[in-house]
């Protein structure tokens, strides 16, 4: 049956794509691994849960079966537990939420299983179809979920059971409790260089890139971060007040006055339109020169310029994506406070990326470190890309065995060279605000990506190599942490060739 323009309708081709999966032979093999997938499991002595935020250790709600993107901007008025069948990395967790439970593969580290720590929502996954039918089938009534060692106790509960005035999903900036630091001037030059940061200019860009500044100075010489340059605070509305930028500034405006009228039918429509507007910027006078003497200061000499500028423009755009948008409405924040700096970096081309916690994120014991490590660029793990990370974790003492909590199964690498702009806002790592990952970083060649090969990769295969790695990146956690003064930190880096760098580092979050 087609529509009046003589198109299928949409119903049609989902069941004609359905039938064509079911009818492959990858199908029937991913039936037939669904059932080994248990037994493989005991033989390794994994859990068939995955704690990824423990919240309260106790969450009580209403169960709801959703999608969480779309129901990222509701608000349940009541204590709610989610079943999500698909988590994607980009959503934000609705306030009333206080608990999140889903069938699919998130690593603990990665940006949206930070936020729920944050908001101190009990976030878990369960691989075991059998042991999530009995969950299922309480949808709409009140559960109780504890944690029970490495699993989520469910079980039927009412609403007196259930915490009053829970804030569980809900930042603490909608009390007020968050201010944003603005930089009020208008900065000299659009691109500085870290030794030009020095003398009372921290406040010329954000906590991203001042800790990394500060991070050099201190780490020991086996421990490597890219050299940096950044765009500060203040660069994008001093590029739209240009004079070349008069027609383009106007439409940005008008664009803003829109999203901020609070349509939530249009707020996609009238996002986009904020960053076209962006997009279609002029270059400035002066810009160019700025950023490519920086970037030549920097290793690695400097980049294609008109590759460089869209890129830079792509991170000021990202201030109004919607994730960030929702954020900060729900939040009480006006996003036109936002500011944007952008850290320049050389982009390492690294054989694995890694994410660190100081402080076990899911038992927040402080005497016991966590990681997680992918192959290729460690887009594929903060950004939450289908399948898990390596996982371990290892006490902080001298002589401790690291332990493996997951094997990886993502199937596909991102391979990367060049630049990288980095998002660097003055709203990520606030107390009470979960602003990690609200805003995108962007390379200026896209990433290359390349199916991972298991049976030949050394993380899997070679046992010397994987324990030498784990053991060197406790100890690179150790070390972070004692030099940023005792406070647990939450690391990004990445290996090649007997390296360890770190790209950046920020206070952890979601301890108590």
Not at 287 to 294: E, F, R, W
Request: proline letters at 5%; aromatic letters at 6%; hydrophobic letters at 40%.
């Amino acid at each position: 049956k087609r529509t009046p323009d003589n198109k299928p309708e949409s119903w049609s081709i989902t069941m004609f794509t359905e039938e064509v999966v079911r009818g492959g032979m990858s199908f029937a093999v991913s039936a037939v691994m669904r059932k080994l997938e248990a037994e493989i499991r005991n033989a390794g002595a994994l859990s068939a849960w995955q704690i990824v935020s423990p919240g309260a250790t106790t969450a009580v709600g209403v169960l709801r079966h959703v999608v969480l993107s779309e129901v990222q901007e509701e608000v349940y008025h009541e204590p709610t537990v989610l079943l999500a069948t698909r988590i994607t990395g980009e959503e934000e967790i609705p306030p009333g939420v206080v608990a999140i439970i889903t069938p699919d593969a998130v690593d603990v580290l990665s940006h949206v299983s930070v936020r729920a720590r944050q908001l101190k929502v009990l976030f878990a996954t369960c691989y075991d179809e059998t042991a999530l039918q009995p969950i299922s089938q309480l949808a709409n009534t009140f559960i109780k979920c504890s944690i029970a060692g490495d699993k989520v106790d469910v079980t039927p509960s009412d609403a007196s059971a259930a915490a009053p005035g829970s804030t569980a999903g809900t930042d603490a900036a909608a009390t007020g409790a968050v201010r944003l630091k603005m930089y009020e001037s208008t900065p000299a030059k659009y691109c500085l260089q870290e030794g030009e940061l020095g003398g009372g200019k921290a406040d010329m860009c954000g906590a991203k890139t001042n800790n990394l500044v500060a991070l050099r100075k201190l780490l020991p010489a086996s421990i490597l971060t890219p050299s940096s340059a950044v765009i500060p605070f203040g660069s994008l509305v001093k590029t739209l007040r240009d004079s070349t930028n008069a027609a383009v500034n106007s439409k940005y405006e008008t664009a803003v006055g829109e999203a901020l009228k609070d349509d939530k039918q249009r707020i996609g429509a009238t996002l986009t339109n904020i960053q076209h507007a962006i997009a279609e910027l002029a270059e400035p006078a002066g810009m160019k020169d700025d950023v490519l003497a920086a970037m030549r200061k920097n290793e690695g000499g400097e980049a294609d310029w008109d590759g460089a500028f869209e890129t830079i423009k792509k991170v000021w755009a990202s201030t109004w994506n919607e994730r960030a948008f929702i954020a900060c409405r729900k939040a009480s924040i006006d996003p036109r406070r936002i500011q944007m700096c952008v850290l320049v970096q050389k982009i390492v081309e690294a054989q694995y990326a890694f994410v660190l916690h100081t402080v076990n994120p899911t038992t927040s014991d402080a005497s016991e470190m966590y990681g997680e490590i992918v192959v290729g660029q460690g887009e594929a793990l903060v950004a939450n890309a289908p399948g898990r990370a390596f996982g371990f974790a290892c006490s902080k003492s001298d002589g401790a065995e690291p332990v493996v909590k997951s094997f990886p199964s993502k199937s596909v690498a991102l391979w990367g060279s060049g630049w990288i702009f980095r998002s660097d806002s003055n709203a990520e790592d606030l107390p009470g605000f979960a602003g990690a990952g609200l805003f995108d970083s962007f390379p200026v060649v896209k990433h290359t990506s390349s199916v991972i090969d298991y049976r030949n990769e050394k993380l899997v295969c070679d046992r010397t190599f994987a324990k030498d790695l784990m053991l060197q990146l406790k100890n690179l956690a150790v070390v972070v942490e004692q030099k940023m003064g005792g406070v647990p930190q939450d690391i990004e880096g990445c290996y090649r060739d007997g390296k360890l760098y770190v790209v950046q580092t920020r206070p952890q979050v979601g301890l108590d």
